[in-house]
């Protein structure tokens, strides 16, 4: 968390370099720290996927802030892709519209809307 609200100083400051960093460390720890099985009757509450997601979406955003266009792409993609797969489709047809609603603030929070319309 701390990490993350450091990311989110550095890019209300403009310093999508340092913003990303920050993001990515926070990204890092959820993964290295939160990568343990999570009972299913948990997954409702979040868990690590989407935690891990949209922090990866918000180093998007630094990403394309800095041109880095296909880079970008890329951490958009791998950030849907933690979220979406974290569930089994049972399970992510429950959550679908909590999970995209998050997803969906995050991608305009960053900006993101600006260089592409969101899924």
Do not use: T
């Amino acid at each position: 968390m701390v990490c993350e609200s450091e990311g989110f100083s550095f890019f209300a400051a403009g310093d999508y370099e340092n913003a990303l960093w920050s993001f990515e460390e926070a990204a890092d720890l959820i993964e290295r720290f939160w990568n343990r099985p999570i009972p299913q009757e948990y997954y409702l509450l979040q868990g690590p996927g989407p935690a891990e997601g949209l922090v990866r979406l918000a180093a998007a955003g630094c990403l394309y802030k800095l041109g880095r266009l296909e880079e970008c792409d890329a951490m958009i993609e791998r950030a849907y892709h933690l979220i979406r797969d974290f569930y089994d489709d049972s399970i992510w047809e429950r959550c679908k519209e909590q999970r995209m609603k998050e997803y969906r603030e995050m991608y305009h929070k960053v900006g993101l809307d600006e260089y592409k319309p969101c899924i």
